[in-house]
């Protein structure tokens, strides 16, 4: 039931959990409100085919390694949600579901936190509801105009209902390489880009990608996983490249009624647009308390909010930590922000 705490964590998925896992070490009264009917977070809403870049060693909250999926090298989504299933059992995280989170808000000394179950009151909130609730998609032009099917990264869900379709997909990350690797194979396909691919070299998948968010988490030198390109070449994105698919053009002019106009005015026939354009952090929830965001990052120390001291934010992207947007990423940044708190609450 609704009531005072020590902490409200809002979001259930990788990021609340590993909050949640600091928080009961520290013997704090906490709360994790989640709006999702079930646990898993955003993995329980992927594409068929998505798969972690790196085996489950490498992929663990804290307190407790990922099991290795029986046959399979890099975890399917469905390994992940049974994880985090297993993982909020394991150690009896105090989850909420489905409470939605409508509002935070000053209230004199402390936070109250609005939901569709009633109000919290708490010292401190930490925000980790993710991005996947607020998929980007450009304004661009000609998107009214364009009669055939757009959809974002976020509700596909397999090739098969592009078979024998012309498909543009849009979008220079991993999502957009994946998808396009599967989708060629069963539709004409083109992929556009707003700037030229940079892809990672084919011994680079999770492991090193682990070993330099880590080095980069304890302040060494070099560069972060970023520096070393922006999609990772796992085995579907690298037959891809083999069948001479991964050729990207640069951005089209606009959308028209039936297809894509190039800046020479060519113009392509297409009967869908894939959106691979990334998501915008889920925030909504906090506009009582930081009015100056605008849809974009929020000013930081560490994962605390500059503006509200009392708010912190976990698991949103490297501005709220290294790879903090991972599974271990998302454990070391809750591990930092918790030990502040409790600091900040006397130790």
């Not at 998808?179 to 011994?203: C, G």
């Not at 297409?270 to 909504?284: E, K, M, N, S, Y």
Request: aromatic content about 8%; some cysteine.
């Amino acid at each position: 039931m609704p009531g005072s705490c020590d902490v409200v964590v809002v979001g259930g998925g990788q990021a609340g959990l590993a909050a949640g896992y600091y928080l009961r070490r520290a013997g704090l009264d906490h709360v994790i409100l989640d709006a999702q009917s079930q646990p898993g977070g955003a993995w329980r809403h992927g594409w068929d085919s998505l798969r972690l870049f790196s085996p489950a060693e490498y992929s663990p909250l804290p307190g407790w390694g990922m099991p290795r999926q029986e046959g399979e090298e890099f975890p399917t989504a469905a390994h992940v949600v049974d994880y985090l299933r297993a993982y909020e059992k394991r150690y009896d995280l105090p989850v909420r579901r489905p409470v939605r989170v409508n509002e935070v808000r000053p209230a004199r000394e402390r936070l109250a936190v609005e939901t569709d179950a009633g109000t919290w009151s708490a010292r401190y909130v930490i925000s980790a509801t993710g991005r996947w609730e607020c998929p980007y998609v450009p304004d661009f032009p000609g998107r009214e105009e364009f009669a055939g099917r757009q959809l974002h990264t976020a509700h596909y869900t397999s090739p098969d209902e592009f078979r024998g379709r012309r498909v543009v997909v849009v979008g220079g990350g991993n999502s957009a390489a994946q998808i396009l690797a599967e989708v060629s194979r069963v539709a004409e396909t083109t992929w556009v880009t707003l700037r030229p691919a940079r892809f990672m070299p084919d011994d680079v998948d999770g492991r090193v990608l682990f070993g330099v968010a880590t080095r980069k988490a304890a302040g060494g030198a070099g560069g972060g996983v970023s520096d070393l390109g922006d999609i990772v070449m796992v085995p579907s994105v690298r037959d891809a490249r083999d069948r001479g698919v991964l050729q990207a053009r640069p951005m089209f002019a606009r959308l028209t009624a039936h297809g894509v106009r190039w800046p020479d005015g060519t113009e392509q026939p297409c009967d869908a647009v894939i959106w691979c354009t990334g998501f915008r952090p889920d925030l909504a929830h906090l506009g009582p308390l930081l009015p100056r965001w605008q849809d974009g990052e929020v000013a930081t120390e560490g994962t605390r909010s500059v503006d509200e001291p009392r708010l912190y934010l976990l698991g949103y992207g490297d501005w709220t930590g290294p790879a903090s947007a991972t599974l271990v990423g998302a454990g070391r940044t809750a591990k930092a922000t918790v030990a502040d708190i409790t600091a900040r609450l006397g130790g």
